[in-house]
């Protein structure tokens, strides 16, 4: 079926440097792609996201990328620190389907000091 | 302003039992969704109520049910428990049930069913 899907289920990268998250995903008709932070016991939390006819989008230390002629999506987040260690979930929303989100299976994001 | 709050936090209960799980939105958000997290299916939608009325349903048997009411707070109700309801289960609202994207959901912590 449909999906959005995550390459890397873990990615461990030193403090201050930059960490690269990455997602596949197959629904060439979704229309906007979202980014959420979900650490221990909470629940997912809004990070960027991004319409389905841009390329680029830049916010406080994060970037999303879309390529859609390969169906790939990337959180870039710069000069990484202990506080973003979490999960990180892409997911996909189509308008004409309603106010549900489509998630990936999740990166485990881990900051080493 | 208050942010999403699910009550309760745990909760445990027997397979057949029955379980109602509550949800209060954002002050003046109208829209809220449920959603299921466990370790292999990830974050799976159960459906959305906006102003009292299911507006969308995600593929989860009958047992699933929800409700809204005038105050645009919410329950979700799990009859005759299955040991695969063991999950945390999420409820999320946004101001007018507009796409996600342009009114961003916010989530509670969720409250994490367990299921002997």
């Known amino acids: 079926g449909e999906s959005v899907g995550l390459h890397l289920p873990t990615l461990s990268v030193q403090e201050g440097d930059n960490s690269i998250i990455n997602c596949a995903y197959s629904?060439?008709?979704?229309?906007?792609f979202i980014w959420y932070k979900q650490e221990s016991g909470k629940g997912p939390q809004f990070i960027i996201d991004?319409?389905?006819?841009?390329d680029k989008r830049q916010g406080q230390r994060v970037t999303v990328l879309l390529n859609k002629t390969v169906k790939h999506l990337s959180l870039q987040i710069a000069a990484t620190q202990p506080g973003d260690s979490a999960v990180y979930f892409c997911?996909?929303?189509?308008?004409?389907?309603?106010?549900?989100?489509?998630f990936g299976g999740g990166t485990r994001l881990m900051v080493k000091p | 302003k208050a942010g999403v709050t699910q009550t309760p936090r745990y909760l445990i209960k027997t397979r057949g039992q029955q379980v109602t799980l509550s949800c209060s939105p954002i002050?003046?958000?109208?829209?809220v969704s449920w959603y299921q997290q466990t370790p292999g299916q990830g974050l799976q939608f159960l459906f959305e109520?906006?102003?009292?009325?299911?507006?969308n349903k995600g593929n989860f048997p009958g047992r699933f049910s929800g409700r809204q009411f005038s105050n645009s707070r919410s329950e979700m109700n799990v009859s005759t428990l299955e040991l695969g309801d063991s999950a945390l289960y999420l409820c999320?609202?946004?101001?007018?049930?507009?796409?996600?994207?342009?009114?961003?959901?916010?989530f509670g912590s969720g409250t994490q069913l367990s299921v002997l």
């Open positions: 997911a996909e929303i189509r308008i004409n389907a309603g106010n549900m989100l489509t």
């Open positions: 999320a609202s946004s101001s007018s049930g507009g796409p996600p994207a342009n009114e961003k959901l916010f």
């Open positions: 002050s003046g958000h109208r829209s």
């Open positions: 109520y906006f102003s009292e009325t299911q507006r």
């Open positions: 629904n060439s008709a979704s229309d906007y």
């Open positions: 991004i319409r389905s006819n841009m």
